[in-house]
Structure formats: C-alpha cells, structure tokens
C-alpha cells in the first residue's frame, strides 16, 4: 500500500492532493484556504489538510511528487531568449533572477514549504518530479473509468510541451506526439483574453461566456475568423498550429500581445480592464472560440488516428472550455469522453501523485468501468455544526437548526420558488474551479430576472456572465440535448427546442443588453444567447443532499434544475469554511444560507458591523 502526496505550486492554482493505494482521499486548491485567488504560493494549507484527512505525517509518505520539471523549464527560458535575441532583454533581465534564486533551488523550497507543514526526517523522505503534461495526463486518465483511452492535453505551456498525444493503457501512459512551445492553444486563448480586457489565466472563462454574444452571420465576425487564420494562427490537418509571433510578445516581452499589431489587424484597441464591451468585442470573442472549436476537434481526430482507442480523456487548462467540449462530445468521435475536474494545474498535483503510484512504483490498475474515481469531485474539506456553530457565535449570527433534511429541502424548495437566492454549504468542498453543489449559490431557473439578479446583486460581476444548471441526472433529458452525463459542468449541450421561445426577426441586429434581456426559454436564467447550457448533472450516489434538494424543487415545481453558481463574489475564491459562507452571504444581497442542517435568513441577521471593502481585499478577475 503506497501513500503519495501530490504537489503543484510556483505558477497559479498550487494545490496538493493525497492518495492511499490507488484511492484519493483528499484535494484541494491553496486559494481556499489563504483567500487568495489562483495563488501560485507553496500549498502548506492544503497539504495540512490532507495529511490531517488522512492521519498520515509526512514520514509515512512513501513519496512526494511535484508536478513538472523546473531545469526543463529553465531550458526553454534559455533557448527562448536565445533564439530571439536580442529582443526580450528586459524580461530576460527581469526572469533570470528569479529562476537563479527560486526556481533552480526547488528541492531546498519543497524541503522548506514542507517543514512549515510538520517536522520530519528529510532522509526518509522520497522526492520525485514528473513533466506537467504528464501529470495532466494522469490527472485526467488514472480516474477515468477505461481501461484502454485516448489523451489529450492542452494548456498554455508546461516545460517545452503546450499539448500533448498519449495512450493510456491498464497501468501505463505512453506519449504519442506533443506540441511544443511558442506555439500554443491555451496561450492564443489568453492572448485574446488579455485583448478584450480580461485578466489572463483568470478570465478565459469570461471569454468563452462572451462568445455567444457573437453574430455568427455577421460579415465582421467572418472576417475576424479570416484574419486570425490567415495572420495569427496555422492550423496544420493534425491539430498543431504555428503562431506568428509577430502578433506575440509573451516569448520575449512583459505582455501577451503587440497591442498595435492587434489594432492595426482587428480595427479597434485593446479593451481596457472593465472596460464597455461593444458588439465588435463580441464578435471577436466568437471568432477566436470558433477557431478554438477547430483546433481541438483536429487534435482529438488526431488521438483517435494515432491511438485506435474507443474513448477520450481530457486535461490542462483548455479542457476546462466546456463549449469546445460540448461539440467533441456531439462530433462522435469516440464512445465516451472523461474530463478531470480539477483540468488545470490544481488538478496536475493529482496526476503528479498518480504518476507516481502506477508508473514509478509499478502499482496495479483496477477499474470497475462503472464511473470515474473522483468521487464527484467532493474531496475538500467538510465542517461539523459545532464548527457552524462557532463561527455563527463569532458574528453575533441569527441561525436556526432544521431538524429533518426533508424537511430543510422542502424549506429551500419553497424559498427558491419564491424568487429568493440561497447560499447552500453542504460536505467536502469541490476540488477544481466549479461549484458542484457543496459550496454553491441557488436560484430559480424559470425567474427570468435571476441571471441580472445573480450577476449585479450578488457576484457583482458583469452582466452578460452566463450561469449554469445543477439538473437530475432523471430530468436532464427533458431540458437539454445531452447524451450520457456532464457531472463537473464540463460539456454545453442545447436547451431542448419545445422549451424555446421565439425570437424577434431583428433579433441579431439588437444591442448585447437587448439581446440578453430579451426572454429565450421557459428556463431563461441559464439559458445562452446561442440556446445552449452549461450542464451539471446530478447523481444520487455521489450527491445524495444535493439531489434530495433539487428533487425536493422538482416536487413543487415540476422543473428538476436548479441554477448553480459558485459561492463566492467576484474576484474572490470559492468560500471553504462556515466563516468563509457567513462572510460572503453578509456582504451580498443573497436572502438565506444553508450550512449543514442550519438556516440563516438575511433579514434577521445583526448589522455588518465588520463588512468589508471586498472589491479592495480581493482582487478583481
């Protein structure tokens, strides 16, 4: 029995997740625990957390295991500058010192991020790196229920590799082909992010909510698609594309782009962060998710060429564009798809451990065929009512014990039906960016006002950001076209066209705002522009409370969904903790919360003598 403990840290997303004779027992994001988004910080917390979960000490660790190789990494910083020189001075200048000090001594900082942790003997200890595409890889293949699949990576850039090729097979994962730096989906995705004034390796997702805004029709949009092709982006027949980087400047430069170039290319500037978003932007941002569809559909053709295998498992932080998804999965390329959860680095300390259990150790693989082994992805941490408890007594909170958890869905069931938005703090936390049910925030699909409600009132996040639908697995036919399950949120699948309205002859010539307001479906708050959905199927055996509430829902209304949003406003992580749920429920106009079996109304709470200046403390995304 090998107990593995692995680690991702010193990019974004660090986190630490643990596993125990194949099984993983415990994951989660540092962020959760520091209140710092997408920290790149050494996990102390997290791995405090798991090796509390698990009662193991570091001693007891047969090994610990980082997510990819810093000397490679320093090689192709190396060769980058050289081969570019001698442009990028400035950054090279500014780099180097930082990998000298930090990066070329990461065993002394893994040795030291694991002494403020616990004591323990560093002679016992067993230190192993694995390349991040490999642990990508594994984070998305040792889960999955196949004994024999295709994989397919794809982010910004790990060492020298920005996508990846292997099959995975019983205990063993082979690379097959990989695509190496500059040339990059995840980080031509963050180049037009940065452009339409998002923050990169955050705002993708923003992005990709965007993009149905877009007119496909339009004769700008179609240009928009020439020019990427024809000045920015190659795409060879196997899915590999040449980036000109002409257009680039995060080879050599402090930004992502040549901002002139762009303009010059597209006809308008840079958006300005939180800057107005014009039709124009919208379209752009249909442009480069079209493209993006392109790539990934080529480079899954290609896994299934090179592989011969019957299914599909997705990784790295492209995995995580659920629209892309959602045409692979409609395309039939393969019998079925499975897509880790945590898809981004956070989810690589995962395959790192994993890596090491079956190929390092040479451990053996049973797979039942049934379901994956994330366990729904709950993996987090959970709180006890005592915990609840004493952080109410900490705010002076007005809480009230249900007692019964029939009785507390049929309460919810009702207040969602009223138009009330609820705060539900349920388990162990999700491992991963989306909210599964644990620690989300509720409301009422059929409430046309909801989406304009959740954005401005509660996330206060700009208004066209687009939400999802929890949905009974039992009910999920009745509203979308979805073959097979979408349990992480992680495929769009169309909204069933007997529950769409009709839309107004002129209805692409409208502004954004227009077409946003205008009413699409009997579900209207998770329903896109495009008529699609972002779609989180709900399983009984993974999440019994969740299901009983949404079910509960389904009784009183006959409509078994639920919208879904992560708990948290914007700029902020995922809520971990009772205190972290007070907290965010006070400083929104959310009406109840739900932690454990308790019930917290927001008219009957003290004033928010401590609310803080949360668009200050957090930064904003």
């Not at 002679?123 to 004994?147: C, D, G, I, N, V």
């Not at 077409?515 to 495009?530: A, G, N, P, W």
Request: glycine share 6%; with cysteine.
């Amino acid at each position: 029995m090998k107990t593995i403990l692995g680690i991702s840290a010193y990019y974004h997303d660090s986190a630490a997740a643990l596993i125990i004779d194949g099984k993983i027992v415990a994951a989660a994001q540092e962020e959760r625990f520091t209140r710092k988004k997408h920290t790149p910080d050494f996990p102390v917390n997290a791995i405090k957390f798991c090796l509390e979960y698990s009662g193991c000490s570091i001693d007891e660790l047969d090994a610990v295991v980082f997510y990819d190789k810093p000397l490679l990494k320093f090689e192709r910083l190396l060769e980058t500058y050289y081969a570019f020189a001698p442009k990028g001075l400035r950054q090279f200048l500014t780099a180097i010192p930082v990998w000298l000090k930090e990066k070329m001594f990461l065993k002394k900082l893994l040795y030291e991020g694991l002494a403020e942790v616990e004591n323990y003997d560093k002679k016992k200890l067993r230190l192993l790196f694995t390349e991040h595409h490999f642990s990508h890889a594994a984070s998305a293949f040792y889960p999955s229920p196949y004994q024999e699949a295709a994989i397919l990576t794809v982010d910004g850039v790990g060492e020298w590799a920005t996508a990846s090729i292997c099959h995975g097979k019983d205990n063993k994962i082979t690379m097959l082909k990989e695509m190496k730096f500059p040339h990059s989906v995840g980080l031509l995705y963050s180049a037009f992010t940065y452009y339409l004034g998002f923050r990169v390796n955050s705002g993708e997702y923003k992005l990709m909510g965007l993009a149905p805004y877009g007119n496909p029709d339009a004769k700008q949009t179609n240009e928009f698609i020439r020019l990427i092709k024809e000045h920015i982006v190659s795409i060879k027949d196997d899915g590999s594309i040449w980036l000109n980087q002409d257009y680039f400047n995060y080879a050599t430069g402090l930004k992502m782009v040549k901002a002139k170039k762009w303009e010059l290319l597209f006809g308008f500037p840079a958006v300005k962060p939180d800057g107005d978003i014009e039709q124009k932007h919208c379209n752009l941002a249909y442009a480069i998710q079209n493209v993006t569809e392109e790539i990934v559909l080529k480079m899954a053709k290609e896994a299934k060429k090179i592989t011969g295998a019957d299914y599909l498992c997705l990784a790295g932080g492209v995995a995580l564009n659920c629209v892309a998804n959602g045409k692979l999965l409609k395309a039939n390329l393969f019998k079925d798809i499975f897509i880790q959860p945590a898809a981004g680095d956070a989810g690589a300390a995962l395959g790192a451990a994993q890596m090491a259990h079956y190929m390092y150790f040479e451990q053996k693989r049973t797979v039942t065929g049934d379901s994956d082994s994330m366990q729904g992805a709950y993996l987090g941490p959970d709180f006890s009512d005592k915990e609840a408890i004493i952080a109410f007594k900490k705010h002076k909170a007005v809480y009230k014990k249900i007692d019964g958890f029939d009785d507390l869905c049929n309460n919810v069931a009702g207040l969602l039906d009223e138009g009330n938005v609820v705060g539900w703090f349920q388990g162990r936390m999700e491992f991963g960016p989306r909210s599964l049910g644990n620690r989300s925030i509720l409301g009422d699909a059929r409430n046309s006002e909801m989406q304009r409600k959740l954005n401005l009132k509660i996330k206060y996040r700009e208004g066209f950001r687009p939400f999802a639908p929890s949905v009974l697995i039992e009910s999920s036919k009745d509203f979308f076209d979805l073959s097979g399950t979408s349990p992480y949120m992680l495929f769009v699948a169309d909204v069933n066209k007997n529950r769409r309205k009709n839309l107004p002859d002129n209805y692409q010539e409208l502004d954004l705002w227009e077409k946003l307001y205008l009413e699409r479906s009997d579900i209207q708050s998770i329903t896109h522009l495009d008529f699609s959905a972002r779609v989180q199927t709900v399983h009984k055996e993974t999440n019994p409370r969740y299901w009983q509430l949404i079910n509960a829902f389904k009784e009183k209304t006959a409509y078994g969904l639920v919208v879904n949003t992560s708990f948290n406003v914007r700029g902020e992580p995922i809520v971990c903790t009772p205190e972290d749920a007070y907290k965010c429920f006070m400083r929104t106009e959310m009406d109840y919360l739900v932690v454990n079996d308790f019930l917290l109304c927001k008219t009957e709470q003290p004033d928010w003598e401590n609310r803080e200046k949360w668009m200050e403390k957090f930064k904003l995304d």
